[in-house]
């Protein structure tokens, strides 16, 4: 709820026409089945936590919703030694934090709100209500290691940090040598609706400089 209102008080806030930088922005776009195909394609994951439990994450669930891209993802989580136990768990969070990292690509991390544990699917009363209780507690103060072993969903996009141009010559009238611009490219804001994920990249050009010939691609 809380971040379903940060959402929409982000979209009151954008004044009509003000989207975007024309000059210095492009808006990339992206459908919500593209990014739960990416997301499912990253599952199953595995990790173990205090307690000598294991939870497998195994499906995942992608809602826009309140400019707000949800993500639930279900699995179960095991007692390796004795007693041994099992339970259902479903973690619930959003998309946060989009990011261009080294590799040229936009990554956006998942970040995990809250944790319900139940018993396994199709085997009601199979534990003892304070047993998923205790499963729980130990799932939620493990929540950090949880969502950093969640992979990052990377939007299939290259975003090049430098801008080349070949110049002319040396034969001919005309002769150019060869130039390059470094850029700097950044997510300024991320809006969700109509099943979609519309982000706005800021993109900053610095000073042009000669470089060899035997640079340019």
């Given at each position: 709820l809380r971040r379903e209102v940060a959402g929409l008080e982000m979209l009151d806030d954008l004044a009509p026409g003000q989207l975007m930088d024309r000059e210095k922005e492009v808006l990339v776009?992206?459908?919500?089945?593209?990014?739960q195909s990416l997301l499912t394609a990253a599952l199953p994951v595995t990790v173990d936590i205090q307690g000598n439990l294991t939870v497998t994450l195994t499906a995942a669930t992608i809602t826009l919703r309140s400019n707000v891209v949800s993500v639930a993802l279900t699995g179960s989580v095991r007692r390796r030694s004795y007693p041994r136990v099992a339970a259902a768990v479903l973690l619930q969070g959003a998309f946060d934090a989009f990011r261009v990292d080294s590799s040229r690509g936009l990554r956006a991390r998942?970040?995990?709100?809250?944790?319900?544990?139940?018993?396994?699917?199709?085997?009601?009363?199979?534990?003892?209500?304070?047993?998923?209780?205790?499963?729980?507690?130990?799932?939620?103060?493990?929540?950090?290691e949880l969502t950093a072993a969640i992979p990052a969903v990377t939007i299939p996009v290259r975003l090049d940090q430098s801008m080349t141009l070949p110049g002319f010559g040396p034969e001919g009238a005309l002769s150019i040598e060869p130039s390059a611009a470094p850029l700097r490219v950044q997510a300024s804001r991320v809006i969700a609706f109509q099943n979609r994920l519309w982000i706005v990249l800021r993109v900053d050009i610095g000073q042009f400089a000669t470089v060899p010939r035997s640079v340019v691609p």
């Open positions: 776009s992206v459908r919500d089945t593209l990014l998942i970040a995990i709100d809250d944790v319900e544990l139940d018993t396994p699917s199709g085997t009601p009363s199979a534990l003892d209500p304070l047993v998923v209780e205790v499963l729980q507690r130990v799932v939620e103060r493990s929540l950090p």
